[in-house]
């Protein structure tokens, strides 16, 4: 089985651009959830998307959102992006509810210059 | 807001035993408690779950008290290759009582020497 994937990997942007970063979850899992790493705040919970709906959503402001296709896929976008979203994304998905493992996959590290 | 603590870092030698604790003050009433495993350019990876008392599985032991308001990971006989980011993650009691954030520990770095 496939595990989840993030692309792009790697990308850089300025301040004030958009970014979209997209998750293909494992096959079967419903459940995907992001969240940012940084070596300050560490890792911290973006939002959570099952079957298409927002379920669970973090502190972050308004610039942060993110959608879910039917086919489980996920997409976050970040808009006029700042130094301080400068940042390792994750994405995880899972089979089952809260309590379901989580399978993260390597990240999309987003550079703002 | 719940705040989930770890030590910054600790430090063993192979084949010792290694016992790494989370402070979660707020966790959820029906949250469970689950340890990840994080090394350098890789996602986090499970290593266990528990809700109460103790949960053992081939790598590690998960206590929890009663009052789960901590809970201790503890890995046998560590080797090299256990050097790595271990994370604590549980719920955040929501106030409306319906969502349930997930809130991660600050992060422990265990290095294992030989």
């Known amino acids: 089985k496939a595990g989840v994937t993030q692309t792009p990997r790697y990308l850089i942007k300025t301040r004030g651009q958009q970014v979209t970063l997209s998750c293909s979850p494992i096959s079967g899992h419903r459940s995907v959830s992001w969240y940012q790493q940084t070596p300050g705040q560490g890792l911290q919970f973006l939002f959570e998307?099952?079957?298409?709906?927002?379920?669970n959503k973090g502190n972050f402001p308004g610039r942060f959102s993110g959608r879910q296709f039917s086919n489980s896929r996920s997409e976050m976008n970040v808009s006029t992006l700042e130094l301080g979203d400068s940042a390792l994304y994750l994405c995880?998905?899972?089979?089952?509810?809260?309590?379901?493992?989580?399978?993260f996959g390597e990240g999309s590290r987003l550079t703002v210059l | 807001l719940a705040k989930t603590t770890q030590p910054i870092s600790m430090d063993s030698y192979e084949g010792q035993e290694v016992n790494i604790t989370c402070s979660h003050n707020n966790i959820a009433t029906n949250d469970y408690i689950t340890w990840y495993q994080q090394f350098p350019s890789q996602g986090p990876r499970f290593i266990i779950q528990g809700y109460k008392t103790k949960v053992t599985n081939e790598v590690a032991s998960l206590f929890i008290p009663a009052d789960r308001k901590s809970s201790t990971l503890s890995l046998p006989r560590v080797s090299l290759s256990d050097t790595a980011v271990y994370y604590c993650?549980?719920?955040?009691?929501?106030?409306?009582?319906?969502?349930?954030?997930?809130?991660f520990g600050t992060g422990t770095l265990l290095a294992v020497q030989p």
């Open positions: 995880a998905s899972r089979d089952r509810g809260i309590t379901g493992e989580l399978f």
């Open positions: 993650l549980v719920g955040d009691r929501d106030y409306g009582g319906a969502t349930n954030k997930l809130i």
């Open positions: 998307y099952f079957s298409e709906t927002q379920r």
